[in-house]
């Protein structure tokens, strides 16, 4: 646990900080169910998700499957030994989202890559994650840390439509050991981030394992708001990588239960919404 050492040892709780309506997971998954993009030409949002090695980019995949469907689902393979070192997620893979009946899928998209390393050669290349938000980058793609994919690559795609493209970048960060993100992490991220501005996509955060971060957010995720740890996570990320305050969002992924829980999916739900709104507003304005 990073964030237990440098928790102050003054009262952990303080005023709430954002306000969450924590009954309204209905009216949030019913939003998610009726959303249908107004763009004719984009059938689905396409999510992306980056982020340092073993951030839980997979594990938020899943723990959105499992809100969804109200069971716990591991579709995207996620590694409970990945302490830091070695990235899990090797290969590009788009994660549809079923809706109930066969063949039915919600109209969003999830890209899975590779974390993201401090050292040079380590993880995702940067130009591989602008390469991917432009649509160059095709399914099932194994990521080399050694160099960007060439155009001759079979797949390598070089002539993306709108729907090939990003329309939502989600950088998922670890809630209780950012504040560890080495500066050449912090680099690549804000390189990242610099490219999807230029490119005009929306970008939020999702900050993971605050049960990790916060024994008062374990003993209950709806202290969240009022956990003084998680508000300074919070801040630091937004000094560090320039993102405003209201693009980030706390959630605790699904890792250990069996069963679903109103209060997770409740955070789930709420970042998942703004993705919703963030990619909806981009695909609009095109
Ligand atoms: N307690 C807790 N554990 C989490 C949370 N999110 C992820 N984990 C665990 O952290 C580990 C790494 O998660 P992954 O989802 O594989 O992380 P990743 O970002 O996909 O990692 P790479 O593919 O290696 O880059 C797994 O053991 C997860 O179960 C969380 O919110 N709380
Ligand atoms: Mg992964």
Request: charge should be negative; include cysteine.
């Given at each position: 646990m990073g964030g237990g050492q440098s928790k102050p040892a003054a009262d952990p709780l303080i005023a709430e900080w954002r306000k969450i309506r924590w009954g309204q997971k209905e009216e949030d998954l019913q939003f998610v169910k009726d959303y249908q993009p107004h763009n004719k030409e984009v059938k689905q949002l396409r999510v992306l998700l980056h982020g340092p090695i073993g951030a839980g980019k997979s594990s938020?995949?899943?723990?959105?499957?499992?809100?969804?469907?109200?069971?716990?689902t591991d579709r995207a393979k996620t590694d409970a030994a990945n302490s830091s070192s070695k990235t899990f997620t090797t290969k590009r893979r788009i994660y549809k989202i079923n809706k109930g009946g066969p063949g039915t899928f919600y109209p969003f998209v999830?890209?899975?890559?590779?974390?993201?390393?401090?050292?040079?050669?380590h993880g995702i290349c940067v130009e591989d994650i602008k390469l991917d938000m432009k649509g160059h980058i095709k399914d099932g793609y194994k990521f080399n840390p050694y160099c960007e994919i060439s155009e001759d690559d079979q797949y390598y795609n070089k002539s993306p439509t709108l729907e090939d493209k990003a329309h939502v970048l989600v950088c998922v960060i670890d809630g209780s050991s950012s504040s560890i993100l080495d500066d050449e992490s912090k680099r690549k991220m804000r390189r990242v981030r610099t490219a999807a501005r230029d490119l005009g996509i929306p970008q939020l955060v999702v900050l993971t394992?605050?049960?990790?971060?916060?024994?008062?957010?374990?003993?209950?995720?709806?202290?969240?708001?009022?956990?003084?740890?998680?508000?300074?996570?919070?801040?630091k990320i937004s000094k560090d990588l320039g993102f405003p305050l209201n693009c980030i969002f706390p959630v605790k992924n699904y890792a250990s239960e069996i069963d679903t829980n109103h209060d997770i999916d409740s955070l789930i739900l709420c970042a998942l919404k703004q993705i919703i709104d963030s990619g909806e507003n981009f695909v609009n304005q095109l």
């Open positions: 938020f995949i899943n723990s959105v499957d499992s809100a969804l469907r109200g069971r716990i999830f890209t899975d890559t590779m974390g993201i390393e401090g050292a040079e050669q394992k605050i049960d990790e971060a916060c024994k008062e957010v374990q003993s209950d995720v709806k202290n969240v708001y009022k956990s003084k740890y998680i508000k300074e996570m919070v801040d």
